[in-house]
């Protein structure tokens, strides 16, 4: 199983479209829309790599994302 | 799928409220079977507060089993709590939790009782319970060193006096015997419970997340024995063998109690799970709306057992008044959350795996991650205030060895997967 955080960059106006669009997402966590950087952050749980790049394949494809970092979790503290 | 991801804080405020409406009904069941207890025995609070635990603990070890069955790949019970795989023994790690939790169950359910039928008025007994969110709070400000804010105070001020006017009985009085019980005994009772259940959840069992299920099965477990002490204990002293007389009543009244159990088995369920996500005084804030949920439940109950109505419009207007305070409390207390992760770059030669159990040091870290790519730790936070952000955790980021610099991203809205 692999965990990943990706940050996604909107072009302006774009961010409610792509929001609607991320959340039909399978293997989506949860996603955040932030301040600062990045304007959403995705959390994703996918099966291997295969999958995560099947995953940000289809993120790349929306409409209105202007560009995805993702970081793939090595360790995680949570409550 | 898309209407599986809901934000988060609606998930919280789901459960708490869903528990607290159960909470109502079941108070409103136990009326019922506290009378009819009292029809055939003298003790009838204590035996039937045994019962609750006896009966509660087939019923929940029951509905563990069922919800232990797998169902395409996963449990049932994981559609409850996704946490949740089968029931399973207790750890070593739980123990003293379950310990105190399962004490607090027991003099807070029998406390209860001795309430109950002293004021057979559902509506009118369950505000005072809420007034355990003060306890809460100045046992958070000690035990997790999280000073309250302003918000919180007000807030909690405003739920308890919301709650203390809501509960003037239909009679507009108040009884001080029953209200020395709820504050000496019931409450802390409850706080034992509430603090200790939160530990419990927030515990990792194999590096997984605790589940709600296995909780309340071994919490109830737990109670059952510290009630069966108080039973021998008070057996001795009232000399009657009080634990035959309970287990008989037990299996006089069964199915009566089952009802009972089985909506207590869901509350704490959601309880436990809202636990798990908002912090104990914020949960017992939206479980405060148990007393507007208790309005009805009198309502029906009047139906079946006599219980005086409200005589004058100055006693409705009054409680209307207390009802509305503890709902404007409880969502100031929502409103007002800020929660941010923040993006972390490590000094050159830093160990990571070192540095995030640093960063998970800090209160209010939810999660800390280890991350490849342009930064080396993910941290997500939550703090009541922006000001409270900084105290408590900016600070602490600045004074950790390792960090080159980090850059906090304020959450605007979130949704999650549930």
């Known amino acids: 199983m692999i965990k990943a955080y990706i940050l996604v960059k909107t072009r302006v106006g774009k961010l409610e479209k792509v929001l609607q669009k991320a959340r ?16 959403l952050i995705v959390k994703v749980k996918v099966r291997d790599t295969e999958q995560l790049l099947q995953l ?3 993120l790349q494809t929306i409409d209105g994302i202007r560009q995805t970092t993702t970081h793939v979790i090595e360790k995680e503290i949570t409550l | 799928m898309m209407f599986l991801k809901i934000r988060k804080r609606y998930l919280f405020y789901a459960l708490a409220l869903t528990s607290s409406a159960i909470a109502s009904i079941s108070a409103g069941v136990d009326v019922i079977a506290i009378r009819k207890y009292g029809e055939v025995y003298e003790e009838a609070p204590l ?21 232990s069955i797998p169902y395409k790949g996963r449990s049932l019970g994981s559609f409850l709590d996704p946490a949740f795989k089968h029931l399973r023994f207790v750890r070593k790690e739980e123990i003293a939790y379950h310990l105190l939790a399962g004490f607090g169950n027991a003099i807070t359910t029998t406390g209860y009782f001795f309430v109950l039928t002293v004021m057979p008025d559902p509506s009118t007994v369950l505000p005072f319970y809420q007034t355990v969110i003060l306890y809460l709070l100045l046992v958070e400000v000690i035990a997790e060193k999280n000073a309250p804010t302003l918000v919180e105070i007000q807030s909690s001020a405003i739920v308890t006096f919301g709650a203390i006017l809501g509960s003037l009985s239909f009679k507009g009085e108040i009884d001080l015997s029953a209200l020395a019980i709820v504050f000496l005994v019931v409450n802390p009772g409850w706080v034992l419970l509430s603090i200790y259940q939160r530990k419990l959840k927030l515990l990792k069992i194999r590096g997984e997340p605790n589940d709600s299920l296995n909780i309340r099965f071994w919490n109830i477990l737990f109670s059952l024995a510290f009630m ?42 959601f309880h436990i799970r809202a636990l798990g996500i908002g912090k104990a005084s914020v949960t017992q804030a939206v479980k405060a709306t148990t007393i507007v949920f208790a309005i009805p439940v009198t309502f029906i109950l ?13 006693l409705w207007l009054i409680r209307s008044i207390g009802f509305i305070l503890v709902i404007l409390g409880i969502i100031s207390f929502a409103i007002t959350q800020v929660r941010a992760y923040i993006f972390i770059r490590a000094a050159p ?22 991350v490849s790519g342009t930064y080396d730790v993910i941290a997500r936070v939550t703090t009541r205030t922006l000001l409270k952000g900084y105290e408590r955790i900016v600070k602490r980021l600045e004074s950790i060895h390792g960090i080159k610099e980090f850059r906090w991203n304020s959450i605007l809205k979130e949704w999650e997967n549930v």
């Open chain 1, 24 to 39: 039909e997402l399978k293997n989506v966590e949860s996603i955040a829309v932030v301040t600062g950087d990045c304007d």
């Open chain 1, 56 to 58: 940000t394949d289809e």
């Open chain 2, 47 to 67: 035996l039937y507060g045994f019962s609750v635990f006896l009966v509660g603990f087939i019923i929940t070890l029951l509905f563990c089993l069922i919800f």
């Open chain 2, 228 to 269: 069966i002490i108080i039973m021998l204990i008070l057996g001795q002293f009232f000399k009657k063998p009080l634990l035959t007389i309970g287990t008989e009543s037990s299996i006089n009244f069964f199915w009566l109690v089952s009802v009972i159990a089985t909506l207590a088995f869901f509350s704490y369920i």
């Open chain 2, 302 to 314: 009047s139906m079946f057992i006599p219980i005086p109505f409200p005589t004058t419009p100055t």
């Open chain 2, 349 to 370: 030669g830093v160990r990571v795996a070192k540095l995030i159990e640093e960063i998970w040091k800090i209160k209010g870290v939810d999660s800390v991650s280890a």
